[in-house]
């Protein structure tokens, strides 16, 4: 279908702000932007839907979503001040409680309102991914699902990678030319240093993308740097080893090789200037959090 759509204002991002715009697009593709009156001489058969006092702007990016947790809005609002209380309700729920329709639907819902925002791409982190997928190509939306791991007891690694190998082979079968699949070491404190390693190898082979969830919490710094507070207190009651590197996490993710994927990070608040040093030179991405910072009582991204 062609069809020139008409507002305002135009923000083209190649170029300045444009008044009284148009832009002409022919089934999938944008084949003109410019002053409405030059738009619709050149192409004069083609329908004309005029927004009036409106903006044309490009699909907006949300990169970082979990669309398989959209039902759970309200559920941990009490959990909020408390991070690691707020994972560990949010994990026994997810697990428990939700079934694989649930997921769907969830994910599903989310990716609905992602449009309706006017957002056309995510980076979504799910642990349900074949629900994410199928929901954001349902909705029509680009994406990168990237698909979850956990385990931070190093003597289970070789096994929590096995898996996490099946299921991406068949999320690859899922793929669309708008919809890629990558993989998500969750974090420093849910995954081992060893699985770390191996996704990482993984991800370089296979040329999946990499999303982590790295440096977003004071527990997360304590656990890293002295090997302290509630996750290293958690890991402690599971039985689970844990030397602490006595480092920030993204110069632990160095130490890993993790960075050498050029992984998309999800958060980076607790980094000093050495590490940011560290994620430019290796051209690793980070994915601003600002309204889940806030919520969680996490602090100010620099």
């Known amino acids: 279908m062609t069809t020139i759509y008409c507002a305002r204002w135009a923000l083209p991002v190649a170029s300045s702000v444009m008044e009284n715009a148009a832009v002409a697009v022919d089934g999938a593709r944008i084949v003109g932007v410019g002053v409405r009156d030059e738009i619709v001489k ?5 329908n004309v839907q005029d927004f009036g006092q409106a903006a044309i702007v490009p699909g907006l990016i949300n990169a970082h979503s979990h669309l398989e947790l959209t039902a759970m809005r309200g559920f941990l609002e009490q959990e909020e001040t408390n991070f690691f209380q707020w994972l560990r309700k949010l994990t026994f729920a997810r697990a428990e409680r939700m079934t694989a329709d649930d997921l769907y639907a969830s994910a599903a819902w989310g990716a609905i309102e992602a449009a309706r925002a006017g957002v056309t791409c995510l980076g979504d982190a799910s642990d349900a991914a074949q629900a994410s997928m199928k929901a954001v190509c349902d909705v029509g939306l680009r994406a990168i699902v990237y698909k979850e791991v956990f385990g931070p007891d190093e003597t289970h690694a070789s096994e929590q990678f096995a898996k996490l190998r099946e299921r ?18 969750h974090a420093t404190y849910s995954v081992s240093r060893k699985l770390i390693e191996l996704v990482t190898e993984y991800a370089l082979d296979e040329s999946l993308p990499v999303m982590m969830h790295a440096a977003e919490s004071a527990h997360e710094a304590a656990l890293m740097s002295e090997g302290t507070g509630l996750f290293a ?25 993790a960075l050498r994927t050029k992984p998309l990070l999800a958060h980076c608040i607790t980094v000093d200037d050495a590490d940011i040093e560290l994620l430019q030179l290796s051209e690793a991405r980070v994915a601003h959090c600002p309204k889940s910072n806030l919520k969680l009582f996490h602090g100010r991204a620099p």
Do not use: C, N
Not at 42 to 46: D, E, I, Q, S, V
Not at 248 to 257: C, H, P
């Open 233 to 257: 207190e958690s890991l402690k009651q599971r039985g689970i080893a844990w030397d602490a590197p006595g480092v920030s996490t993204i110069r632990y993710l160095a130490r890993t090789g």
């Open 42 to 46: 050149r192409f004069p058969h083609y």
């Open 168 to 185: 991406v082979s068949i999320l690859r079968e899922m793929e669309t030319p708008l919809v890629r699949v990558g993989v998500s070491p």
